[in-house]
């Protein structure tokens, strides 16, 4: 099995910052791209930033210019670093995590258990 840890959530003022991490272990794997996802209540899951395993981003325009998706691929981890937060950022912040098993020539999704965000305005 491969399990996904975030951490890093919280509770911060509108306009400071945090630092979300996100990291994948377990059985043999390749990790592909990895993902940050947000829901906040009452509303559908979204993708807020994405990362190949050869560096390229993807960001949902309410977050472009003020959150930056980075990984590391000799951790197995990915990093969202949140700056000039504001109240609508305030959700639970999800991982997901694109691998291969050593077994398997299929790619699978893990989700992690998601950490809260909460901004203050």
């Known amino acids: 099995q491969v399990q996904v840890v975030e951490s890093g959530g919280g509770l911060v003022q509108a306009g400071g910052s945090l630092r979300l991490s996100c990291a994948a272990s377990?059985?043999?794997?390749?990790?592909?791209?990895m993902g940050w996802y947000r829901q906040a209540p009452g509303k559908q899951r979204e993708l807020v930033a994405s990362?190949?395993?050869?560096?390229?981003?993807n960001y949902a325009d309410s977050v472009k210019g003020r959150f930056t998706i980075s990984r590391d691929n000799a951790k197995n981890t990915a990093y969202l670093q949140m700056n000039s937060m504001k109240a609508e950022d305030t959700a639970v912040y999800y991982c997901?995590?694109?691998?291969?098993?050593?077994?398997?020539?299929?790619?699978?999704?893990?989700w992690g258990q998601g950490t809260q965000v909460t901004v203050s305005s």
């Open positions: 377990g059985i043999p794997f390749r990790l592909n791209a």
């Open positions: 997901n995590a694109r691998v291969v098993p050593s077994y398997s020539i299929n790619e699978y999704g893990y």
């Open positions: 990362i190949t395993s050869g560096g390229s981003t």
